[in-house]
């Protein structure tokens, strides 16, 4: 009994049968993935921090006002500190190095503008 085997022709038209179907599945990933990274990026964009047009109106009026919210209200909700009784100049400062072990990125020069702000408009 003799074998046949296949010739090239046929081998070739699998290989493109094959390669057919994976360009398929490519070309549905593809949208996928861009939706995806969309919706993804309209999530950071809708999530992005306080800015001075969304500053509470708790917080009292003074210069550095914008920074502190930069800095506090993207993850406080300015009920954690202006209904508080307040905190003195020592104890914001205590608070601002708990704040920065938590993860808050803060240079020092902002450092002090926050602490001048919430020593003197949020007291004891």
């Known amino acids: 009994m003799r074998r046949s085997w296949p010739d090239a022709d046929s081998c070739d ?32 964009f809708l999530s992005v921090g306080a800015t001075t047009a969304q500053i509470d ?19 406080h909700d300015a009920s954690n500190f202006v209904g508080t009784a307040g905190r003195s100049r020592a104890a914001w400062d205590v608070k601002i190095d708990d704040m920065i072990l938590y993860g808050m990125n803060i240079t020092p020069e ?8 919430l020593a003197t408009y949020l007291p004891p």
């Open 13 to 44: 038209d699998r290989a493109a049968s094959v390669m057919t179907s994976s360009q398929r599945r490519f070309d549905v990933i593809r949208p996928a993935r861009l939706l995806i990274g969309v919706i993804g990026a309209i999530l950071v």
């Open 110 to 117: 902002e450092r002090a503008l926050v602490l001048d702000y």
């Open 57 to 75: 109106s708790r917080m009292p009026e003074g210069p550095n006002r914008a920074l502190v919210a930069r800095k506090c209200l993207s993850c």
